[in-house]
């Protein structure tokens, strides 16, 4: 008995199968207009819909030979999928031999969790209510831990709730960013404070990438909130602050503030999420072997032109510095009043930059200096370093009668050693962390607050 089917049920399968491609090719064009689609055009889902009624019709169309043409098909798209395979094995190996210094860059921002200034320039994270973003537990590696609340883990502090509680708020140099969990200032902090007092704390680095004073205000409110109370706050600020004020014009903006504004009014559709289909092909080593080819056919020279900055908008050098240092200290005395009212002692502290104080520079620190990195292109900008030279001078000369706030910008001025890791200038490695660490403990240790309170633990 001949398993094949008859004429007249070919016949009658045909008719079906392009009546029923018909079918659903009218109703994805017409989803829209009958309710059952919410978006203005044709959705994935209507595109998936036409593509299968279109097959529908073509198997009705060929008949018996459509399963040839099923069968060839996949045998063209098998072999095309064994071809790109090769293909991107084979640029992986033309990229390191081509371009090694590349692929050891990308390698290490992904290893590092250097997730500052990459690719879109946008912040890298997961979303957090109110303070926009935080780190990602998936990005947890050895070395680098994020725990469930998106905070960097400190290993070696206490765990015990009677401990002295310190939470450290701040940036990507106070979120480790280039080190791992054990050379954080975090770690070396409770470190440095063990071995001076013999007694054992609580240390919460509460840091992240990319992060200004007020949304670390709202972090530290939304902590207290939830009723997580520490006995003293320390902020680590200044780069970050003074670089929302580079990028957006005015004082008091977060990191990507035009990239955020624009998803969230929709307006435009380059920083939408991309497709799939583009996420796999630019993440491919075949992409990035193109790109380093048209990059050595085509230098593309760095051109501060170029770049939308607070001075290009028209705004004043010192009056935005001026806008800077007033949003500071008022986010600061809020957090003070918070302080009195909560029970909890708080200090200010502005981190050092590349571009500021007088530190020796080493070869690789100067090429840092000098700036001119795509991938942190503000760094040789000469806009850029006036308003953060202009805004440390203001800030340093209002502090000059205010309590508990300090500067670090000239803390490396008698260093020749290398603290300077990477192009944003504000990120250092674990020598220079201990470094911030014990400045930070000397100015606690000199606290009556907290001699008081580990006299009495």
């Known amino acids: 008995m001949s398993g094949q089917l008859s004429d007249s049920t070919v016949r009658l399968l045909r008719r079906v199968s392009v009546v029923a491609g018909i079918i659903l090719i009218a109703a994805s064009l017409l989803a829209n207009s009958l309710g059952m689609s919410i978006s203005g055009g044709l959705s994935r889902n209507q595109v998936m819909i036409t593509a299968g009624g279109v097959t529908l019709i073509i198997a009705g169309i060929l008949g018996r030979r ?29 990229l390191k031999i081509l371009n090694r210094e590349q692929f050891r860059i990308l390698e290490r921002k992904r290893e590092q969790g250097n997730l500052e200034m990459v690719q879109s320039n946008t912040v890298l994270g997961r979303y957090e209510p109110y303070v926009i973003w935080k780190a990602n537990p998936e990005l947890s ?18 765990e015990s709730d009677s401990a002295f509680t310190i939470y450290l708020l701040g940036g990507s140099a106070m979120w480790g960013a280039g080190v791992e969990d054990s050379c954080t200032v975090a770690t070396y902090l409770n470190t440095y404070l063990t071995e001076a007092t013999g007694d ?11 992060f200004s004073s007020t949304q670390e205000l709202i972090e530290l409110s939304l902590s207290l909130r939830n009723g997580s109370v520490p006995d003293l706050v320390v902020f680590y ?10 990028a957006n014009g005015f004082a008091g903006g977060h990191h990507s503030q035009a990239q955020v504004a624009a998803r969230v009014e929709g307006r ?22 193109l790109e380093s080819i048209k990059e050595r056919m085509e230098p593309d020279e760095f051109d501060v032109n170029r770049l939308i900055t607070y001075r290009t908008m028209g705004v004043d050098t010192r009056n935005l510095a001026e806008g800077v240092v007033h949003t500071y200290m008022g986010n600061s005395r809020v957090v003070q009043a918070l302080g009195r009212s909560y029970g909890f002692d708080c200090i200010f502290v502005w981190q050092p930059s590349i571009w500021l104080g007088e530190k020796p520079l080493t070869e690789f620190e100067r090429t840092i200096y000098d700036g001119g990195f795509e991938a942190f ?3 040789g900008d000469p806009a850029f370093k006036d308003l953060l ?12 009668t205010s309590p508990d706030h300090y500067s670090f910008s000239s803390l490396f001025d008698d260093t020749e050693e290398e603290f300077y890791c990477d192009y944003s200038g504000a990120h250092v490695n674990a020598r220079a962390n201990y470094v911030i660490a014990e400045g930070i403990a000397d100015i606690i240790l000199e606290m009556e607050t907290f001699q008081e309170a580990n006299g009495h633990r």
């Open 141 to 158: 590696q050895e070395g680098l831990r994020v725990s469930e609340d998106g905070y960097r883990v400190t290993p070696g502090v206490s």
């Open 66 to 94: 459509f399963p040839r043409l099923y069968r060839g098909a996949a045998l063209l798209l098998l072999n095309a999928l064994v071809i790109l395979f090769v293909l991107d094995l084979l640029a992986l190996v033309a």
């Open 268 to 289: 435009s559709p380059e920083f939408q999420p991309q497709s799939p289909l583009r996420v796999l092909m630019r993440s491919s080593n075949t992409w990035l072997l």
């Open 200 to 210: 054992s704390y609580r240390i919460l680095n509460m840091g992240q990438v990319a």
């Open 237 to 246: 600020d200044g780069f970050n602050d003074v670089w929302g004020a580079y």
């Open 377 to 379: 292109e503000g760094g």
């Open 389 to 400: 030279r202009t805004t440390y001078g203001i800030y340093e000369d209002s502090i000059e």
